[in-house]
């Protein structure tokens, strides 16, 4: 979101005063409703004083058109945190990638395309935008709120630089955005990321009181995957990471049941028509005279209601199924409870590597692969 804002915020005063100026706006591929079911999010937006009801940010719901006819009609379009676009804005010309991840070659024309290994894809956005603003014969208006907005970012996704995925990019960027802040110029640059961090972590603890649909959908991404079944050409796919563990979620439901759980897993799934569903679930657990580990569970789920039928969805399930059991990036155990589960339904347990970013290549790859008439 902040590297968004604050691409669009460089584009459109950096090109003011020329020739071609442009208009740009940050667009979250998340639905308006979702926007307020992230704490940390709320809350470095009121820091940063952001107009009522997210003005300055623009959400799926809200597009005059869909992607598909939207997309080429734009002057172009501009990827942040994100190696390639959704298959539904492949018509529209991508001018530039930000992204701290792996490079897979989409838009090789793209200028600036910068993909390089950072805590923060902010940190990536801020460095061109600072060496863009620094080279131009005058400076346009840099407001501390954006300012500290982007210090925000970079700490929470570095830790507050002291992560394990912090880079010399990370801690260079924070300290020459910090000696342009007028409101923490004079702090040491640890400090005001501490706090920043504990600030922001303690808000994005704060979703206790969030039902399990509001879990779902709170961080859920969606995709359109091709396959190479001309009877089905593509799946419909979506992920949700949730700071739960499975049983703490179920408890959550009305019934405090497993099926009850599947049951509102379903009725989110059918609402925005997905074949097949991610849930990762992240929490840590006490070890004696040990830190809290960190746990993570993995669900799969593949519906045969939406664009596949019973048959193709058995195999989807296994072509999946199998690619997540086989990969050599993740140690998957069987949930102690998964002998309970229905058909085309697993959960699995992993000591910390299942994350969206290792999970979701295994899971596309197998879907990009499988072929079922």
């Known amino acids: 979101?902040?590297?968004?804002?604050?691409?669009?915020?460089?584009?459109?005063?950096?090109?003011?005063?020329?020739?071609?100026?442009?208009?740009?706006?940050?667009?979250?591929?998340?639905?308006t409703h979702a926007l307020d079911l992230r704490p940390e999010n709320k809350l470095a937006l009121r820091h940063s004083r952001m107009t009522p009801g997210h003005q300055d940010l623009l959400t799926m719901d809200e597009l005059p058109e869909d992607p598909e006819t939207l997309g080429p009609k734009l002057q172009g379009i501009?990827?942040?945190?994100?190696?390639?676009?959704?298959?539904n804005w492949r018509g529209g010309k991508v001018l530039s990638i930000f992204d701290h991840h792996l490079d897979i070659g989409f838009a090789p024309d793209a200028e600036p395309r910068i993909f390089e290994k950072a805590a923060s894809c902010t940190t990536l956005v801020a460095r061109q935008m600072l060496d863009e603003l620094e080279a131009l014969p005058e400076e346009y208006h840099m407001p501390h709120e954006?300012?500290?907005l982007m210090l925000s970012a970079i700490a929470i996704d570095s830790g507050a630089l002291k992560g394990k995925k912090t880079t010399d990019a990370d801690v260079e960027i924070a300290e020459r955005l910090l000696k342009r802040s007028t409101k923490w110029a004079d702090k040491k640059l640890s400090h005001v990321m501490d706090d920043l961090k504990d600030e922001l972590k303690k808000a994005?603890?704060?979703?206790?009181?969030?039902?399990?649909?509001?879990?779902?959908?709170?961080?859920?991404?969606?995709?359109v995957i091709d396959t190479p079944s001309p009877r089905t050409p593509t799946v419909s796919l979506g992920f949700a990471s949730v700071p739960f563990s499975m049983e703490e979620q179920i408890q959550k439901t009305d019934f405090q049941e497993l099926f009850h759980w599947f049951a509102v897993e379903a009725a989110w799934t059918a609402e925005v028509g997905v074949d097949l569903s991610i849930v990762l679930s992240k929490y840590?657990?006490?070890?004696?005279?040990?830190?809290?580990?960190?746990?993570r569970e993995l669900t799969l789920i593949v519906r045969d209601d939406v664009t596949i039928n019973r048959e193709q969805a058995d195999s989807l399930f296994q072509t999946v199924r199998k690619a997540l059991e086989e990969s050599d990036e993740l140690n998957l155990v069987p949930w102690h409870r998964a002998d309970e589960l229905s058909a085309r339904q697993m959960v699995w347990i992993d000591e910390a590597s299942a994350s969206r970013k290792v999970v979701r290549p295994v899971v596309e790859k197998a879907i990009r692969k499988w072929d079922r008439i």
């Open 284 to 295: 840590k657990v006490k070890t004696e005279g040990k830190k809290k580990k960190k746990v």
């Open 146 to 148: 954006l300012i500290e």
């Open 204 to 223: 994005q603890k704060d979703v206790g009181d969030l039902g399990l649909r509001d879990l779902l959908r709170r961080d859920w991404k969606g995709d």
């Open 1 to 31: 979101m902040t590297a968004a804002l604050t691409w669009a915020y460089h584009l459109e005063h950096s090109t003011a005063n020329t020739s071609s100026p442009r208009k740009v706006i940050a667009l979250l591929q998340t639905q």
């Open 78 to 87: 501009v990827l942040v945190d994100h190696a390639a676009p959704k298959r």
